[in-house]
Structures are given as structure tokens and as C-alpha cells.
């Protein structure tokens, strides 16, 4: 059994060395030390040796056992120092390869709009302010003059929160809140988020507007068509004219529809040369509601002087800058998909 035992030895040792990959030499190590493996199937013969012979046997197996384990061990080594070798030479960096191109953001084509939008009017002394989009039925109604069962509030398709509280559908709180907390003279733009129960190629249901708002002594209508005729020029263009045609907003008195010479046909006069898919060859565009605030405001908000008036007026912001781009349809602002994003 001894020179069995030597013989198993011998070939193994010799077969080790010749050991290409870890797999090969993991079956290797199972073949001939596993339970089932060479030295273990010999060494089951043990029990028929006589007792003299089986420490001897016992010593001799253990020592070729040592040895075959201490040449596994070194080959391992030997072949994981190979495979580390050959990871690190497929996975070379080639550093004369172009970078990957990094994007930069642009602003949204609405964020720009407002901007746009503020810093011409701020031109005229206009400060910035904000309020909540999350408003009091009284504020976003009551206080501007619609009361409970005035048709105006059907018109602006109200998400209801519950509890006297509505997703506010215009702007227009936030004169209120400003007239309430501070006194005349005041000249603001409120900017923001506002919210109407809408879904079309114009209309969405969330949807920004920017409020303008000055109060003072002696403001007169003739300010108001100054002041948006100076915006018209200034985001369309210094060709451009407005046209202020009657309208009803309830809390203005005389109200306005505000239009602008149609920019992709028609200059000074307002007459389109068409054909025109914006203007539908009229050659005017209508951008903007306004008017001199109503006295009811005034009342609401505390300002007890009868010489006080003011005008204010409410942009569509979606509006301005479809106009701006040519963006037909006013879905894609709010998709975020980039290759529309990109184009600002
Ligand atoms: C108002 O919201 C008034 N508060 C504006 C105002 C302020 C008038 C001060 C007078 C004085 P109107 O509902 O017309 O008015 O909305 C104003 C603008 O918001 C519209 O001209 C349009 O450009 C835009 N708009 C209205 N509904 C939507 C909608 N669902 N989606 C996108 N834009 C809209």
C-alpha cells in the first residue's frame, strides 16, 4: 500500500504543475482528496492491514496528503496571479480614445419665457412677488369680486380641495394677498403655478400665468395700454402694435382683451399677410386679459381712499412662449423629453 500510496503521489505532484485554468485544478483536488477521490478509495483498505502496519500506512498517507496540498496551494497562487494578469490586460484603458460627450441643461423654455417676461416689465419699476398655488376659496374668488354664485366660476374649471381650499385657477389671489399686507403704491408681477380642470392642444391642466398689478393715486387706463404696449414691443418685437378690445373679467372694471400684431405675418397695421395657421390671418393675436382694477378689490383688501385706482392684467405664459418658438402644441412643455428641451 506504501508504494501505492507513492505512486498516487508521485503522478500527482507531477500532474499539478501541469494544471492550466482554477477549474481544472479544483476538479483535480476532488479527484484525488475528495471523499470518492484516488487516495481516499486506497485508504479505505486500511482496516485489513495488520495494527503494526496501519500507523505506518497512516503516516506515510498523511505525509503525501501534506505535500499534494502544499503543491495545490502554490499552483493556485500561480494561477490566480496568471488570471489577475490577463484581467488587467483585457481591461486596459486606451486614454488616446475620444471622452464621452458630456450633455449641459438649458433652462426650460417656460422658465425662460419668465424671465424674459420680468425682466422687461421690471424695466418699469415692477418688483417680483409670489404666493401659494394651494389657495383659500375667498382669495382665488371672493376677494376678486366672484362671488359663490357667479357664473366666472364656472368658467375657470376648479380643482376643489375641500374645506373652502381650491388648487388657485389664476394669479389673481396673489394681488389680494399683496394689497392686504402691504399699502400703496405697489407695482408687481406675481409669477406661478395655477390649476383648471382643461386638457387640449391650448389647455392644460396646470399651467403658469404672471399677474400684473400697480396701484397708486390718478392710474389711468392710458397706463395700462402704455405698460403693455412697452411688453409687446419688448417680447415681440419693436414693429409690434396691441389692440385693446372690451371684455369682462369681473374683478376689472372697464375690462380688456388684450391683442398683438400676429409676429410671423403681419407688421405695424395688424393686417395679416397670410397665410398664416397662428393668426388665422387676421393678423392679430390675443395674449393677455386686463383692466382697471374694480373698486370691490379695493374694498376687500382695506384701502379706504378715494383717490387710490390701479390696473392689472394676467399673462398666459404657455401662450407667449408657443408664440415665441412656434410650438404648436402646448402638451410637449410638460413631457420632459429632451429632444424637445434640447431645441431652447
Ligand atoms: C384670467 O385668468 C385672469 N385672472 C387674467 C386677468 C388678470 C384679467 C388681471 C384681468 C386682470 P383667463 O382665464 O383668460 O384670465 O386666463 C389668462 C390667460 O391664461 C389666457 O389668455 C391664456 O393664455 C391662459 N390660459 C387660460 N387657461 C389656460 C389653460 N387651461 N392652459 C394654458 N393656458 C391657459
Redesign the pocket.
Known amino acids: 500500500m506504501i508504494e501505492e500510496l507513492k505512486q498516487i503521489g508521485c503522478e500527482s505532484l507531477e500532474a499539478i504543475s501541469e494544471l492550466e485554468s482554477l477549474e481544472s485544478l479544483e476538479q483535480f483536488r476532488v479527484s484525488v482528496l475528495g471523499k470518492k477521490g484516488k487516495l481516499s478509495t486506497l485508504l479505505k483498505g486500511m482496516g485489513k492491514l495488520s495494527a503494526e502496519e496501519r500507523p505506518k500506512v497512516g503516516q506515510v498517507a498523511n505525509e503525501w496528503k501534506n505535500k499534494i496540498e502544499a503543491a495545490l496551494g502554490a499552483h493556485k497562487e500561480k494561477l490566480e496571479v496568471a488570471a489577475l494578469e490577463q484581467k488587467i490586460l483585457n481591461e486596459k484603458i486606451d486614454v488616446t480614445l475620444p471622452s464621452l460627450k458630456s450633455y449641459t441643461g438649458t433652462l426650460h423654455p417656460l422658465t425662460q419665457a419668465t424671465r424674459q417676461i420680468v425682466q422687461s416689465l421690471s424695466r418699469l419699476g415692477f418688483d417680483v412677488t409670489t404666493g401659494p398655488e394651494i389657495e383659500t376659496e375667498y382669495l382665488n374668488f371672493d376677494s376678486v369680486n366672484i362671488p359663490e354664485t357667479h357664473p366666472a366660476r364656472e368658467?375657470?374649471d376648479t380643482f376643489f380641495m375641500g374645506e373652502g381650499v381650491v388648487l388657485r385657477?389664476?394669479?389673481?389671489p396673489v394681488?389680494m394677498r399683496t394689497m392686504r399686507s402691504q399699502s400703496f403704491p405697489l407695482r408687481i408681477l406675481c409669477p406661478g403655478a395655477?390649476y383648471?380642470a382643461?386638457n387640449d392642444a391650448?389647455?392644460?391642466?396646470f399651467?403658469h400665468?404672471i399677474?400684473?398689478l400697480w396701484v397708486d393715486h390718478g392710474i389711468r387706463m392710458s397706463d395700462l395700454k402704455g405698460t403693455l404696449l412697452f411688453f409687446a414691443k419688448e417680447t415681440f418685437g419693436s414693429e409690434t402694435e396691441i389692440r385693446l378690445r372690451p371684455s369682462f373679467?369681473p374683478?376689472?372694471e372697464p375690462?380688456v382683451?388684450v391683442d398683438v400684431t400676429c409676429p410671423f405675418c403681419a407688421s405695424g397695421s395688424g393686417k395679416g399677410k397670410g397665410p398664416c395657421k397662428v393668426c388665422k390671418d387676421t393678423g392679430w393675436i390675443?395674449?393677455?386679459?386686463?383692466?382697471m382694477v374694480h373698486p370691490e378689490l379695493f374694498k376687500h383688501a382695506g384701502y379706504d381712499d378715494p383717490k387710490i385706482s390701479g390696473f392689472?392684467?394676467?399673462?398666459?405664459i404657455?401662450?407667449i412662449s408657443m408664440l415665441l418658438n412656434g410650438i404648436p402644441d402646448?402638451r410637449l412643455f410638460y413631457r420632459g423629453d429632451v429632444r424637445f428641451l434640447n431645441q431652447f
Not at 385657477?169 to 389673481?172: D, G, K, Q
Not at 391650448?202 to 391642466?205: G, L
Not at 390675443?286 to 383692466?291: K, P, Q, R, Y
Request: hydrophobic share 35%; net charge negative; charged share 20%.
Open positions: 368658467m375657470q385657477t389664476h394669479t389673481s394681488q395655477v383648471r382643461d391650448t389647455h392644460s391642466p399651467f400665468q399677474e400684473g373679467f374683478f376689472v375690462g382683451e390675443e395674449i393677455l386679459g386686463a383692466g392689472a392684467f394676467g399673462i398666459g404657455e401662450r402646448l
